[in-house]
């Protein structure tokens, strides 16, 4: 990465966006990973298909996936793992942060449009 800091995807993640990407036929895509602040000022983790990249972005591959990241939040990614988790009740792509006391941004996405916690 242009810029170093400590971000990783699990395999488990890493196979899910592989089926996701698979499953809606789409190919040369990167993942958009990217923060977002809702209406209490609570900042959010958002990930979103990308079929092309812009000058903010800066591109990383994860084991046959392209991540984009936007400069002006990186250093929100730094101490991020995203994980795939999934139980009877919820599924989705979990962000875990090491460093959550200096960049307390916490959210997990699901198929079902909620996000868990």
């Not at 958002?46 to 092309?52: Q, R, S, Y």
């Not at 990241?69 to 599924?91: A, N, P, S, Y």
């Amino acid at each position: 990465m242009n810029v170093e800091i400590d971000f990783n995807v699990t395999e488990k993640a890493i196979n899910q966006f592989k089926k996701a990407m698979k499953d809606a036929n789409l190919n040369n895509i990167f993942i958009l990973v990217s923060t977002s602040t809702n209406c209490s000022g609570s900042t959010n983790y958002v990930l979103d298909f990308l079929e092309n990249t812009l000058d903010n972005h800066i591109v990383e591959n994860y084991d046959g996936v392209d991540f984009a990241f936007e400069k002006k939040t990186l250093f929100l990614m730094d101490g991020v793992t995203i994980d795939w988790h999934e139980d009877e009740d919820q599924q989705g792509f979990r962000f875990e942060n090491k460093n959550e006391d200096k960049n307390p941004v916490k959210s997990c996405c699901s198929k079902k449009g909620g996000c868990c916690s």
